[in-house]
């Protein structure tokens, strides 16, 4: 999920080092590690080297504020001068902890030597959080060994322009038509489409069977995250179907807009199509939820943040090393710093969400969620929340598992993101690391198009509505939950053609202490 509390243009500046501790070897008040639990002090050797005190910052800026920062060994064991990169460090001091439901780091990921959660950033994610890309605007998964599916296309997006669509089947990639799911063929389609080159040729073949080619130039656009809506009758029953692709912080009012639809339309059920939604921004969220839930939670809590004890204790002296300007509860604006925030976990510090129902739709009695192991961090907090006050129903796949979130913390040139809290609903519920379980496990299937009603997920939603339980494999083979690619090709495939961001920033307004 992405928390961020403050946009990116508002900060005033972000220390690259920590002054007093990173250029020095004798105790302060603001070592980490005496703040933190760990050694009382730092036996650094004095440098001017802006790669050496990136990698310090990194490691001290995780030893307060990381999640699992407990597990973290002191600076002189770690000795985060010593990676040949900050990705490489960044990999090994996520790798600590270790998840007792799994036994294996609450980071890992099988077949990667990146992070789960944490990652940096040049600056791309604060713009992508603002509803604003610089790409072709579509992405791609392979339907069969041999079969490269468009999965969406953004409305605005230089794609959509060439008249791309769902479903589309690409025959030839810049000329090749050697397209498959070998090692070679992946990073070929991966660097064509999802590298940085600024135009990308393309042949399609379109479900009519006519061929097309297409140029398609990278350019910025507006993101509108909503692929696809309509209202459905089924029986007596009137469901809403929207496709939300991503929690911007601009989305709310196409939301609102959509849902007034849905109001007009007399809906009883809905059915959020969240597949490939990695998350985005928790204010979203929190307003997509408030449209959803019953108006008789209003005022009842809705879900906890829960920041790392070292922050809530207001020991995490780091921060003020993270300054920005902000208005006060005064309505003065000063100079503020992500020290000067109160992380516990409360109303009064704004930790704590109620239920506020936004809109006039209040007679939803179930939610069915389409999922697949792409859908992460903040489309899972909206699950999650849910989950205590209305049926709720999963079709797909296990979610991402990703119960966690952050704001970004600047370090030179760039942002760096590190879990920093977990949220947890009403009743108490998260700890998803693992994913969030459905209640039908279904393959996704790219060849159909949004709202089509033969698409799989769609097709198993719409008849469990029509017949209050899901079809089984005897009753209907055209919704099976086979795929031409096993379980294993799939997730494989994920982690190597996946570029949708996972994360749940905060993005709230702070009350400052």
Known sequence: MLRKFISQNTFLCALLIVVGFTVSCKKSNNNPDADAGGESNLLQTPTSDRALLTKDSIFLYAKQTYYWNKSLPSYDSFNPRAFSSNEKLLYAMTQIAINPQTNKPYEYVERSTSPKYSFIDDGSVAGQLGGVNGDFGFSVFFAGDNDLRIKYVYAASPAAGQGLKRGYQITKINGSSDINTSDASINYVVNAIFGSSTTVALTVLKPDNTTQDVTVTRAEYNVNPILFSKTYTVGAK????????TFTTNSTPLLDKAFTQFTTDGITELIVDLRYNGGGSVQTSEAFTN???????????MYTTYWTQTMQDNKATIL???????????????LYSYFDYPFVPTIAANNQEVFAKRGSLNGLTRVYFIVTKGTASASELLINNLKPVIDVKLVGKKTYGKPVGFFSIRIDKNDLYIPQFETKNQLNQGGYFDGIAVDKDIADDVTKDFGDTSEKMLAQALYYSANGSFSSLLKDNAISSTSPLSKTQVEDLSGKMDHEFKGMVETRKLKFK
């Open 238 to 245: 009137k469901v809403g179907y929207i496709v939300f692709n």
């Open 291 to 301: 449209l959803i839930a019953p108006s008789a939670q209003n005022g009842k809590v």
């Open 320 to 334: 003020q090393n993270q300054k920005f300007y902000a208005t006060g509860s005064d309505n003065v604006t000063r």
